[in-house]
């Protein structure tokens, strides 16, 4: 069996790594780390805006216009979060080239606007602020990376116009500039050229059905939900940071689920997606962390006999109703356990088909689209990610349930052998 | 004044393990500086450490980081899990002062 392990952890190690280290995922990550404090702004405003019970309370016209006072505030922000993430990409990966950092995060938005449609209903001057959101995020991507590498090529070449010394350091700087910028967004422009002679008429168009819709339509499948909840706690298992490996992968797809959701909920329509980033960050991590191990630590409050888990209940229980949840994964310990292993992977699983049946159903309603911080305690995060209704919070603690009926005859024989170990040793 | 850096994927747990790292400073009167960051802002935080410990659950930054430590010359290691799990201040405070030099 240890060998088994071994050989496991020397095959996982390296993907990680390999995952972690790739110079665009650790720039995607980033960037959506840019965009998450404007995101989470724009959140908190759409659930403001959709207090439960005021739509009962305020006249309709008074209901609207206190909707459309706060309206703004996520229009500017969550709606169009693409385009923060694409600064962040452009910012990172530069910055990441050693390259002046804020030149790459303006040229890949100056690329991103470029592909894009400039007219909506034949109005002209205007950009759409659906593309900047979701229906914009894999375009926007795949431009700040190859903007970003462009513009590193050309500065590397070393084509810039050289002041003569004497000239203040940022004068000379913003010339520098002058020429890698022109020529990268001038590829950008013949792109955009080339493609309005084709049957998909913008780039956008052309990523938007070659790409993000297959993609988004695989992602928001149940089976690759599985696939990517199961493949979050292996790494755990072996005690690397699951999501932040699978999750460099899977963000663009859940928060372009995620964004539709909203744009949904604003129009107030029925909700297109279940599996959002929501569904993921409330529904499985909100539980007290990854492999939802709140129900773990009640557990060890209900039938915990040795001192090692009533210890490793009371120094994990107060960070796990925020769900941070290492104390719990390398104390208990779950990393390595052959034992744990079988909860520690049905748990997840059961529980995604159940938040998936229950959302599908109608039973509870869809995630609407709000991020809410992974760091919200269970019960108040499913409140919140499904528009303020108190079924999300049910649904949360009919997980926490399950979640404990199945952990409870492991954690029960696990309990016993520490107990039995502790008796012998006195 | 010792300087020591831990660094996760958002300086959460880690920060769990420095408020119990500083108890043990404290107690044992030894002047340091502990702090937690996220994994993307530790290249820059590392410049002013003396020593950069990285959550066992990252290990996988480590030669990563390592490329930077060795430009600001300072040691790096990963947390053990043992006493990360068991969020035991006084073992990773030892480890860290041991890799300082003390």
Known sequence: MNKFMNFLENMLLPIADKLNNNRYLTALRDGFMVALPLIIFGSIFVVIANFPFLDRLLSEDAYAAYQNALGPASAATLSIMGLYVIVGIGYKLTQHYGGEAIYGGVVAVAAFLILNPQELDDVTGVIPTAILGAQGM??????????????????????????????????????????????????????????????????????????QQPLTALGSSLPATILAVLLGQIFWFFGLHGQIIVNSVFDPIWYALNDENLQAF??????????????????????????????????????????????????????GIFNVNE??????????????????????VVVTIVTYFSMATGLVPKPAGIIVPWTTPIGISGFLATGNSWRGAVLQIVNLLIVMAIWWPFLKIMDKNYYENEKAKK | MKRILLACSSGMSTSLLVSKMKEVAKARGIEAEIWAVAQDKAPTEMERADVLLIGPQMRFLKKKFATVAEKVGIPIDVIDPIAYGRVDGEAVLNKALELIGE
Request: proline share 7%; no cysteine.
């Open chain 1, 327 to 348: 104390p719990i994964i390398f104390g208990l310990p779950i990393i390595m356990n052959p034992l744990i292993l079988i909860p520690w992977l049905l748990a997840p």
């Open chain 1, 266 to 319: 604003q129009a107030g329509t029925e909700l297109p997606n279940v599996i959002t980033k929501q569904f993921i960050d409330t529904f499985l991590v909100g539980m007290g962390g990854t492999g939802m191990t709140l129900a773990v630590v009640l557990l060890i409050f209900l039938i915990g006999k040795s001192r090692q888990t009533k210890e490793l209940g009371k120094l994990g229980g107060p960070a």
């Open chain 1, 138 to 211: 894999f375009l926007g991507i795949f431009t700040a990376f190859i903007a970003a590498e462009l513009y590193r090529f050309f500065v590397n070449k070393n084509w810039t116009i050289k002041m003569p010394s004497g000239v203040p350091d940022s004068v000379s700087r913003s010339f520098s500039a002058l020429i890698p910028i022109t020529l990268t967004l001038s590829i950008f422009l013949v792109i955009r050229i080339i493609f309005s002679f084709t049957s998909f008429e913008t780039v956008q168009n052309f990523i938007y059905t070659i790409i």
